[in-house]
């Protein structure tokens, strides 16, 4: 018997064995990306010492790493990248917004409220 | 309409409303406001650690010397351990989205094969992420100390061996001129923190007093996170020295100079909040893995059953991939901000 009560397939849910081999050959390069990107960061940590000259740079160059690991993750792996554009910035816009506030604000804050301690509490 | 202007859609694709919003099943798109929701959470707690490290006075902990050790092999390998977890944890998300893959050709066999894979590399951060918690919580060897001045700091070198304690004063248990060569470093340790170690001689539970005969600690190094009198934040002081002023704190007879791993007052490391974000980030985040392995069990058993190939499509393995990608997305920024900067 056919049942109407369960709603729920996707567009493009299948595909041939060919796009299976094209889709498997991205899934596999960005493996290897992703595990270049991470040896790449522990190297950098661990011959790179926090407050030495270099560290501003490569403490944004981590944060610039880890944004393009989950890009890649989100985009490939989670198949955003596939969706239709509306639910693509339905999902991203709000959140990145929402967030680059939160960060700025809080961090402000932190600042500032580590300044009153070493005005004040020492 | 608006959410499928340019293709055709399936009938059964259609919600209740008879419209299909973004071409996307109700389910997938609940999947993902969830995720939203979810990253949100672990967002603001990220956020709030970032908070409490701007605004904490002592200095903060660093990661490649906080975690430096890999399981039968010991100390000297900065990150190596979480790193090796972070690959294992991507594996686990690449064999997840070839099990996906495998379900829209209707490979069931690919779908068991690759999802049994990504159970395994769960089950294997979960585990590793024991080991890392029970390495935080009994710590180094060293421990933390205090100095006479008041600073703070972490002692990186060679713990030289305890050999045994040499039984002076009978106590309960033990009788004079014993050799006591049993669970040593655990004995050493408790003794440090209560204060029960003055001028080399250890006073032990059974209240016998004992000489603690010890091989010499080698490369000592006393990294200072805490201001002192004389010491400040980042300075560091070597060899010799150091040894005098870590067995000074030590054989000066007064508790708590020495601080050994971690628990929610006090930790070895650094802030008290440090052990608090420590354990609750990593915690919430194993806690995802750990729901994420059963929720991945749950739908390999409903594959071997043969119920999504009945139904005529893989998405439940979509959906549950959504959410086991979701936790290795968590764990790429956990990893950045908790361990690397």
């Known amino acids: ?122 | 309409m608006a959410g499928h202007a340019s293709k055709q859609i399936d009938s059964s694709t259609l919600w209740g409303g008879k419209i299909s919003p973004f071409s996307t099943s109700y389910g997938k798109l609940m999947m993902w406001f969830f995720l939203v929701s979810d990253a949100l959470t672990f967002g603001g707690l990220l956020v709030a650690y970032g908070f409490t490290r701007h605004d904490a006075q002592d200095a903060w902990p660093i990661g490649e010397e906080t975690f430096n050790s890999l399981p039968f092999l010991g100390h000297g390998y900065p990150l190596i351990y979480v790193a090796l977890m972070t690959f294992i944890l991507i594996v686990s998300s690449v064999t997840m989205v070839l099990a996906v893959e495998a379900g829209h050709r209707m490979d069931k066999r690919g779908v068991i094969k690759w999802m049994i894979a990504t159970i395994i590399g769960g089950f294997f951060f979960v585990g590793s992420q024991a080991w890392e918690w029970s390495h935080f919580i009994h710590g180094s060897e060293f421990g933390k100390v205090e100095l006479a001045d008041g600073s703070q700091a972490i002692v990186k070198g060679h713990f030289g061996e305890i050999e045994n304690f040499t039984v002076l004063e009978a106590g309960d248990h033990h009788k004079k001129g014993e050799v006591i060569t049993e669970d040593l470093m655990h004995e050493f340790q408790h003794a440090v923190e209560l204060g029960h170690i003055k001028d080399g001689i250890i006073t032990l539970h059974d209240g016998s007093k004992a000489k603690v005969n010890k091989k010499a600690d080698e490369h000592m190094q006393l990294i200072i996170k805490s201001n002192g009198s004389k010491h400040k934040v980042g300075d560091v002081i070597k060899e010799q020295e150091a040894c005098d002023l870590y067995y000074q704190a030590i054989n000066s007879g007064e508790a708590h100079r020495v601080i050994y791993g971690a628990n929610l007052e006090q930790n070895e490391y650094g802030p008290q909040q440090y052990g608090q974000f420590f354990f609750f980030i990593t915690g919430f985040h194993g806690f995802h893995v750990f729901s994420g392995v059963i929720i991945n069990i749950i739908i390999l058993m409903g594959v071997i059953a043969g119920t999504y190939h009945k139904r005529g499509h893989y998405e439940m393995v979509e959906k549950t991939g959504l959410y086991w990608h979701f936790v290795d997305l968590v764990w790429v920024f956990v990893f950045t901000f908790f361990y690397l900067v």
């Open chain 1, 1 to 122: 018997m056919e049942r109407d009560d369960i709603i729920e397939y996707s567009l493009d849910a299948h595909h041939s064995e060919e796009a299976g081999k094209a889709i498997r050959r991205k899934i596999w390069m960005v493996t290897a990306l992703l595990t270049a990107i991470t040896i790449i960061e522990v190297a950098l940590g661990a011959f790179i010492k926090q407050g030495s000259g270099a560290w501003p740079f490569v403490k944004w160059s981590f944060i610039i790493m880890t944004i393009l690991k989950a890009g890649y993750i989100v985009m490939v792996f989670m198949h955003l990248g596939d969706e239709r554009k509306g639910l693509r910035y339905v999902i991203l816009v709000p959140y990145f917004l929402f967030m680059l506030y939160l960060i700025f604000i809080a961090l402000m804050e932190a600042l500032a409220i580590g300044k009153i301690w070493d005005t004040y509490m020492v």
